[in-house]
């Protein structure tokens, strides 16, 4: 049995009917892997901290608070645990692999470059900015939970961003050699399309 959303699942298990928090488990334990990844993690530490930010949101689950946002509540115990590690991993360490299919080899090769170049500029950025980015952009978090995530006001958020934009963009601009040629490559595909 599927429930629909997070707030039916987590009524659920409190009512006594604790399987049906691999719901809960199936749909975060992707996306909370990511963002360890991103966010410096090795492998390993990537698994581990997505265990254990499952396991602590489980028994924690009594706590949360239904008129909050649930995905919200569930990355601020995985940033809280991640800070608490304080690990970084190690920028010589390979990138994540692409999990999606695309039409053509060449696509699916030229996406993984891009992901990797990608990765790349994230860790040339302060934490604080590649954190924001990530639960923005890859996690589709609105300012509002990323602000209770990371302790920051929604303004705070707003210009984390904006900084962090202006950030990569300068790096790439700065390194414009043959490395982020294909960034260039990319983006004359988009246009063109």
Known sequence: MELTDDHSIIEVVLKGNKQAYADIVR??????YGLFRKMGSSEADAQD????????AYRKLAAHNPSQSFAGWMYT????????????????????????ERETPESKLLQKELRFELDRLLETLPEHYRLVLILRYTNQLSHKEIASITGMSVRQVNNAVHRAKISLRKTVEARKGQRYEILGSYNNEKSQS
């Not at 901290?49 to 602590?56: D, F, G, P, W």
């Not at 608490?84 to 692999?97: H, I, L, N, V, Y």
């Open 49 to 56: 901290l997505t265990q254990e930010t499952l396991i602590k």
């Open 27 to 32: 749909r975060y334990q992707n996306k909370l």
């Open 77 to 100: 115990i995985a940033v809280n645990l991640q800070k608490d590690r304080g690990r970084r991993k190690d920028p010589k360490s390979p990138a994540q692999e692409d999990t999606y």
